[in-house]
């Protein structure tokens, strides 16, 4: 195999505490990496860099991690921009649009839906993410759930089972029979073509009982949980993820301090989704007061349809510094090593030996310029795998 060295890197973010700095983010200034395959091999300052195949000069510009995108809903057709407009000219949000895209994905082909997917995952990897996971819950019938875990894990190893995203209107009335549907013929289904499993614990969704009913149901059959949580109101679903070891509790908006808590003692991370609150207008979840009592906290874009159109997490990093609370460090950390840790994955989300080579290489001397310019397209170049792809 051959080597390839990326040299004169301002500042290397390895977020391995016990390099550089020795902060989190465990920096190095005037740096190299060494990419060997698809796994870096070497970190350093550039004068000691070993002598490798292929050089980079980076040229005084910064390297981070690829992005971590550990939530999203790219299994979709059509979109939901007259409920946008509708929105933002003050009419309140509700998860009621998500049946609209649910109409729109069952009428899809399989190549229209593929075809969606990729070009999402192609405009994510542009902005520097590298790995994304994504869900289904736009069909909520056997079929249709099953064929888009097959479709998602076309482009993807992090697929996400989410029959569970809101009642299917066949089944209006009769909300336990689609509980006892999804935790069974669909999770029969579906099971085999995803490694997570997720519920939309929320009032007009499903309950605290459903939930742990549906997630319990789903780890039997080897699928881990993952869980939206307090998103629109106060409810028992980040208190239910930590019980249940989810990997992930996803929003934490309206948290109480036993919620807090909980987190901040167990293993169970606090994904924030900020584009899902620019894009409705609704409170900010507090990272800082989760930060402070000592839980992981990961970002992501939310990349959906309906509630977060969005697939940048430099976006997404801007927003959690301005709005939420956190540090350019704290926001740069949760959306690569936070990720990663939401995913329960230690390969990616860091520059260090062993690591995948998933690098971003910034048109800017430092990774706080996420932040500092918001809705520049900094991204200059992307490795994944060791392979350049943008």
Not at 6 to 21: E, F
Request: hydrophobic fraction near 40%.
């Amino acid at each position: 195999m051959t080597t390839t060295a990326v040299t004169h890197i301002a500042s290397l973010v390895t977020n391995d505490p016990s390099l550089g700095n020795g902060t989190p983010l465990g920096l190095i200034q005037d740096a190299a990496v060494v990419i060997e395959g698809d796994r870096v091999v070497w970190t350093g300052e550039s004068s000691k860099a070993p002598a490798t195949d292929n050089v980079l000069d980076a040229a005084g510009r910064a390297v981070i991690p690829g992005f971590v995108d550990s939530h999203s809903h790219l299994v979709f057709a059509g979109d939901r921009t007259q409920e946008f407009n509708a929105r933002m000219s003050g009419q309140p949000y509700t998860a009621g649009g998500i049946r609209t895209t649910v109409a729109a994905t069952r009428q899809a082909s399989d190549e229209q839906l593929s075809a969606n997917v990729a070009r999402y995952l192609a405009e994510a990897l542009r902005q520097g993410t590298t790995t994304l996971e994504t869900k289904s819950g736009y069909g909520l019938t056997v079929e249709d759930e099953a064929r888009a875990l097959r479709i998602a894990s076309r482009h993807t190893d992090e697929v996400t089972y989410l029959g569970a995203h809101v009642v299917s209107p066949d089944y209006a009335d009769d909300p336990a029979g689609y509980v006892d549907l999804v935790i069974g013929p669909m999770l029969d289904a579906c099971a085999p073509h995803a490694r997570w499993i997720d519920v939309f614990c929320e009032r007009g969704a499903f309950d605290g009982d459903q939930a742990r009913a549906i997630l319990t149901a789903g780890r039997a059959k080897g699928l881990h949980p993952r869980i939206h949580a307090n998103q629109l109101t106060y409810g028992p679903g980040v208190q239910l993820a930590v019980e249940l070891d989810a990997a992930s509790a996803d929003h934490c908006t309206h948290l109480t301090d036993a919620d807090v808590d909980a987190l901040g003692q167990g293993d169970t991370v606090a994904t924030l989704l900020p584009g899902a609150e620019f894009s409705t207008r609704a409170t900010w979840p507090d990272a800082r007061r989760l930060l402070d009592a000592g839980a992981t906290v990961a970002l992501s874009t939310d990349c959906n349809p309906g509630s977060s159109f969005t697939s940048s997490m430099p976006f997404c990093i801007a927003l959690a510094v301005r709005d939420m609370g956190m540090t350019p460090d704290e926001a740069v950390w949760s959306a690569t090593a936070g990720g990663a840790a939401a995913l329960r994955r230690t390969d990616i989300g860091r520059i260090t030996p062993g690591a995948r080579a998933d690098l971003v290489l910034l048109d800017a001397p430092s990774h706080v310029h996420l932040a500092y310019r918001p809705g520049v397209p900094l991204v200059s170049a992307v490795w994944r795998g060791g392979e350049r792809v943008e």
